[in-house]
């Protein structure tokens, strides 16, 4: 059987597979007798139009994809719409669907893609979106919210700081807007900004930020140029955000217009740029040997077999400041799936729960394919589809599912290690574990093919390898088998977030420890001025008053002390009177040196304290860097 025979059964699979999705959209979007449907009613339905959208660019149907895109977004996002506007968009979405069924279905039996009818559903789909999303202003509370002021205290200067560089490196991109540095730099001031704002709880700047983040990540990969406009609506966001931070109740009425209506300019930039999961750019798309079924009922499979894992596949070389900054990311998310998945074992059916999962699954695989650890978005495309899967109803969480997702994500943090030392036993681990995650696709037992697998993998060792690993490395081995098997844990995610609450906790009592003791260094200071003031003035009074006795020679004059006795007792109290003058200027000049010895103690302690402090400081910065 040829290539062309096996190109008709792959299009029926698309074409069968596809109407159903289309006919399932089409139901939910019949008008019943109370009226069109409730935006809360497609809260599951976008997946449907995501998993057309890829399979049709997968085959090389543009069209169809770029018209399912746009659903996509319409349905993920069908609560943002307007009420007033909600009929209009039932309607334009009903004429997307109908458009499909006939466009789908004149693909099948054999024609092409009719270009006409594509172009115009674009275009009604495209004027009812921007219509109806830039008209909702936001609330007050969204756009000026209630934040304790000590954390703003803190987080507006590091803000002000994060726009600063990101006016500087749109300076720059508009003189040279390829300078592929001012590129990554502004991304990962786009995503620090995102990353802080989320974590103080302000919202509306994490949602301003995300898509000038997601923007940039566009242009890094090529799929969005740098022009004039661009750089002003991006520079726009900077100087909305400016306004956010001022929080002055005057501008709260323009922001209300301004926030929605530049996020959803941003928005759609992304969107034109066309964000498609990672695909071989150059591949044509009719070409059999670069397909893969929609369902794993068709043989055709583009992953590389355990043969071709190579060390540069499993352990690529990347850049070590972009991994530096993709470790903590990667972090983050495997803690996440790890918290949901250990939820799902206990409520399989929680449809939160699921898409969570999904979610995450996606953006993990999409940030390692856009890094190039090409090796995890393999292994996490796995998850990701499965829990579409199960979020289309067509396969359920069995016993064994989330253990066998748990031993991925496991892998996955081995991957990370990055370790060359141990690259033959992450290639089995890697191997039988995306085996064994094709079986869930396919809705098979895990258990029976875990053994299989492993007894394959087992027996495909000749002996001679067996006996090299023995003498080469199986000590090693077995001793980082052994830490890996200690390093993870498995935690609830009620524990990190109470965790999390104490880090920042953590990070206020420093922040209130380093004001004390900023009064502190300037009451020493105020200390050491007068000191210096009372130590000039003890100066003068003990020059003045301190003297030494002499020995007094015999002298004529001394008879007349004895014909004058009344002026010698004068003589002797007025020496007396000295003599106490001495010792209190003495005494004075002990008591200034005592308190300049302890001003010194007092700077010294203040300088430890200072360090202790940079200390602490660093140490929860990375605490909250591994934890968030």
């Not at 893609?113 to 594509?118: A, F, K, L």
């Not at 400016?242 to 941003?266: C, K, M």
């Not at 052994?482 to 609450?501: C, F």
């Amino acid at each position: 059987m040829g290539p062309e025979s096996n190109r008709a059964d792959l299009v029926r699979v698309f074409v069968s597979e596809t109407l159903d999705g289309l006919n399932t959209l089409a139901d939910t979007l019949r008008t019943s007798e109370g009226g069109d449907p409730t935006p809360q009613s497609f809260h599951d339905q976008y997946i449907i139009a995501h998993r057309i959208r890829g399979a049709a660019a997968m085959y090389g149907y543009m069209g169809v994809s770029r018209v399912a895109e746009q659903l996509e977004a319409m349905l993920e996002h069908a609560v943002e719409h307007v009420p007033s506007d909600w009929p209009s968009v039932t309607t334009a979405m009903r004429g997307a669907v109908e458009t499909l069924k006939t466009v789908v279905t004149l693909i099948g039996q054999g024609d092409r893609e009719e270009e006409n009818m594509v172009t115009e559903c674009l275009t009604s789909l495209e004027r009812v979106q921007s219509l109806s999303k830039t008209s909702a202003p936001a609330t007050v509370e969204y756009v000026n919210p209630s934040l304790d002021q000590e954390i703003l205290s803190y987080f507006i200067p590091e803000a002000e700081e994060y726009l600063g560089t990101i006016d500087g490196l749109l300076h720059v991109l508009g003189s040279t807007s390829g300078d592929d540095d001012a590129i990554y730099r502004l991304f990962r001031a786009t995503h620090t900004l995102k990353g802080s704002a989320y974590t103080v709880g302000f919202q509306v700047i994490g949602d301003m930020a995300r898509p000038m983040e997601d923007c940039m990540i566009a242009v890094r990969e090529k799929r969005l140029s740098i022009t004039p406009t661009f750089l002003d609506m991006m520079a726009a966001g900077a100087g909305v955000i400016r306004d956010i931070l001022r929080q002055d109740s005057a501008e709260v009425a323009q922001l209300r217009r301004d926030v929605p209506n530049l996020v959803q300019r941003l928005t759609e930039a992304c969107e034109r740029a066309g964000a498609m999961p990672p695909v071989e750019a150059g591949a044509p798309p009719i070409e059999v040997d670069h397909l893969e079924s929609i369902d794993g009922d068709v043989g055709l499979n583009s992953e590389m077999p355990a043969t071709d894992l190579t060390d540069e596949f499993l352990v690529p070389d990347l850049d070590p400041e972009v991994f530096s900054y993709f470790a903590p990311e990667v972090q983050e998310y495997l803690e996440l799936l790890e918290a949901n998945l250990l939820q799902l074992d206990k409520a399989p059916q929680d449809k939160d729960l699921i898409n969570q999962l999904f979610r995450t699954a996606h953006t993990l695989k999409g940030s390692a394919y856009t890094v190039g650890f090409r090796a995890i978005g393999d292994l996490v495309h796995h998850v990701e589809d499965f829990m579409g899967a199960v979020r289309d109803g067509r396969y359920s969480v069995r016993p064994g599912h989330t253990d066998l997702m748990l031993r991925a994500i496991d892998v996955v943090r081995v991957l990370m290690r990055r370790d060359p030392s141990v690259v033959g036993g992450t290639r089995e681990r890697f191997h039988v574990t995306r085996s064994e995650l094709k079986s869930l696709e396919h809705g098979a037992p895990v258990a029976p093919l875990a053994i299989a697998h492993s007894a394959d993998v087992s027996e495909a060792i000749t002996p001679s390898q067996r006996r090299g690993e023995e003498t080469q490395s199986h000590d090693k081995s077995q001793d980082t088998k052994t830490a890996e098997d200690r390093e993870v844990i498995r935690v609830s995610y009620g524990r990190l977030e109470r965790l999390m609450n104490l880090v920042g906790e953590l990070v206020i009592g420093r922040g209130r420890l380093e004001q004390r003791l900023r009064v502190l260094e300037q009451l020493s200071q105020q200390v050491l001025v007068f000191k210096a003031r009372l130590v000039d003035s003890v100066q003068s009074f003990s020059d003045k008053h301190t003297f030494t006795f002499q020995e007094v020679g015999s002298s004529p004059t001394a008879s007349t002390v004895h014909e004058a006795p009344r002026f010698a007792d004068f003589g002797s109290l007025e020496l007396d009177k000295y003599d106490d003058f001495n010792i209190l200027a003495r005494r004075i000049g002990e008591g200034t040196a005592d308190i300049s010895e302890s001003m010194s103690q007092l700077d010294r302690s203040i300088r430890r304290a200072h360090e202790d402090m940079s200390q602490l400081q660093h140490l929860t910065l990375l605490m909250r860097d591994e934890i968030a």
